[in-house]
């Protein structure tokens, strides 16, 4: 398993600004993939964020509005620009760790996000 | 747009029954992972079944896997009011999708004690 922990774990922001949300993780992991939780709804994948190249976004996400950085196969940042209150969810990082021949994806708590 | 549909959309229960839930998806994988989310907190894994498998066992969790019919249960028996949660099935496409996870709308399980 792996132990993941999110800053911040929730946040009341205002319109117009941005807000970088970082995971961390207790051991080294290559995938690393961040999701989306709108009110009352399911998770969708924004991006997956490899260690050493340019995080790919699914669609409907951009770079300019979703940047991602993975400085290390530990740590990853989201950021969510230009917030607007449609931006309000929660935002989860989860990795993905290979225990015999499974590879299981665990969740980090989750940053609940409030846009006013 | 979401592969998973699940079934009961919501699902109340007295402690001590079972509870099961189903997950249906449209395209193949390479396993199906169900997930537990306590009042939109984090999700906590609860078991992976892969597309070769049938069925597996986990304390009071059982889980099936039909790749036929695209579908999946998951049973808990002897339910608690500690089960209490939304329960979500998650896919794994493999391939070039490998890792990324398709979740589905989830069931809202609800047990009374």
């Known amino acids: 398993s792996a132990v993941i922990s999110q800053k911040p774990s929730r946040d009341i922001c205002q319109r117009g600004t941005s807000l970088t949300i970082q995971c961390q993780v207790d051991s080294q992991v290559t995938m690393m993939f961040w999701y989306r939780q709108q009110p009352g709804q399911s998770l969708t994948l924004i991006a997956t964020?490899?260690?050493?190249?340019?995080?790919?976004?699914e669609s409907g996400f951009v770079i300019d509005k979703f940047p991602i950085s993975r400085p290390n196969l530990t740590f990853s940042t989201l950021t969510v620009s230009n917030m607007s209150p449609e931006d309000s969810s929660i935002y989860l990082c989860?990795?993905?760790?290979?225990?015999?021949?499974?590879?299981?994806?665990?969740f980090g708590p989750g940053t609940r996000l409030t846009v006013l | 747009s979401q592969q998973g549909e699940e079934d009961p959309q919501a699902l109340s229960i007295q402690e001590g029954e079972n509870a099961t839930m189903n997950c249906s998806y449209k395209t193949s994988i390479n396993n199906l992972q169900w997930y537990r989310q306590n009042s939109g907190r984090g999700l906590v894994h609860l078991i992976l079944?892969?597309?070769?498998?049938r069925e597996k066992h986990s304390g009071r969790l059982r889980v099936t896997l039909d790749t036929s019919k695209k579908s999946s249960s998951l049973l808990i028996t002897a339910s608690r009011a500690a089960d209490t949660a939304s329960y979500f099935c998650a896919t794994d496409a493999g391939g070039t999708s490998y890792g990324k996870l398709t979740f589905g709308q989830g069931t809202i399980l609800t047990v009374h004690p």
């Open positions: 989860s990795v993905e760790v290979w225990d015999s021949s499974y590879n299981e994806q665990f």
């Open positions: 079944i892969r597309s070769n498998e």
């Open positions: 964020a490899n260690q050493g190249s340019e995080a790919t976004y």
